[in-house]
């Protein structure tokens, strides 16, 4: 039984998507979420800055004792998970884009993976595409974490973006889209709007259970009936908007 909080980071909010499936599916633990949120984008940087800003970040979390880490960002698991794995030596846990389960649920038009540019641009994506890749297509989206930052998740303007976006994919033959950065669930529906009918496939559930399954070979399961959940961030004005997504109804 360890009842240390699991610590939980993104570049800002997104994050959050995959921290409301972890405490579904773990509800005993306590989680503590913490959002860069005064240096997100993390997606249009450069690798070398994203493993800085994570090293910051991390750095912050192991103050507080935790004892897991979870990288709720496609990004910087892209460019900082292996490093850290090798530094940290307590269990790290990334995301990476649900391209496996979409092309293994069928069909055979085309997978659209929305991601930020740097996910689509590093390594770890390469070797994703090698083994799931053959019907993926992939669609950088710098600017749209900004809107869910914002707590925009259902204006014109967000509306105006993804049609711009989206519309070279409309009515061509699109099996599934990949929601591949922590932030789009949150604009799910959005993004329906443009791909009616497409099926959308995002990471939250699958790092929930991998969570899960590394904690209890780890023995570091909380055996508690209720945790706690709680926020911070580097800009602190965010933190109501943080619980608001927390709470939102999707
Ligand atoms: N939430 C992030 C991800 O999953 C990154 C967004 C960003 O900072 O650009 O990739």
């Known amino acids: ?33 913490y959002g860069d949120n005064a240096n997100a984008p993390y997606g249009t940087r450069p690798k070398e800055e994203i493993l800085r800003l994570s090293r910051g970040v991390v750095s912050r979390l192991l103050a507080r004792d935790i004892k ?26 990334g ?22 540019p740097a996910t689509l641009r590093l390594e770890k994506f390469a070797r994703l595409m090698e083994q799931y890749g053959q019907r993926a297509l992939p669609v950088p989206c710098p600017g749209l974490m900004e809107f869910v930052e914002r707590g925009e998740t259902d204006s014109p303007a967000l509306h105006a973006f993804l049609k711009e976006l989206l519309s070279p994919y409309r009515g061509t033959d699109v099996a599934a889209c990949v ?17 009616p ?12 259970r991998q969570l899960k ?21 580097s800009d602190a004005s965010a933190l109501p908007r943080m619980r608001a997504l927390y709470e939102m109804e999707l």
Do not use: W
């Open 197 to 208: 009918g497409v099926p959308m496939f995002d990471g939250s559930e699958g790092t929930a």
């Open 1 to 33: 039984m360890d009842t240390r909080l699991i610590g939980v980071f993104d570049s800002g909010m997104g994050g959050i998507s995959i921290l409301r499936e972890m405490t579904r599916i773990l509800p005993g633990e306590s989680f503590l979420y």
């Open 213 to 233: 399954r590394v904690l209890e070979q780890a023995n570091l399961l909380s055996g508690a009936a209720n945790g706690q959940v709680l926020f911070d961030s």
């Open 68 to 93: 897991a880490l979870v990288i709720a960002c496609n990004t910087a698991t892209s460019a900082a998970t292996e490093t850290l794995r090798r530094e940290l030596t307590l269990p790290v846990i």
């Open 95 to 116: 995301v990476e884009p649900a391209l496996k389960p979409a092309a293994l649920y069928g069909g055979n038009g085309a997978i659209l993976v929305l991601a930020t």
């Open 179 to 195: 929601l591949g950065c922590t932030h789009y669930p949150f604009v799910r529906r959005a993004i329906e709007r443009e791909l």
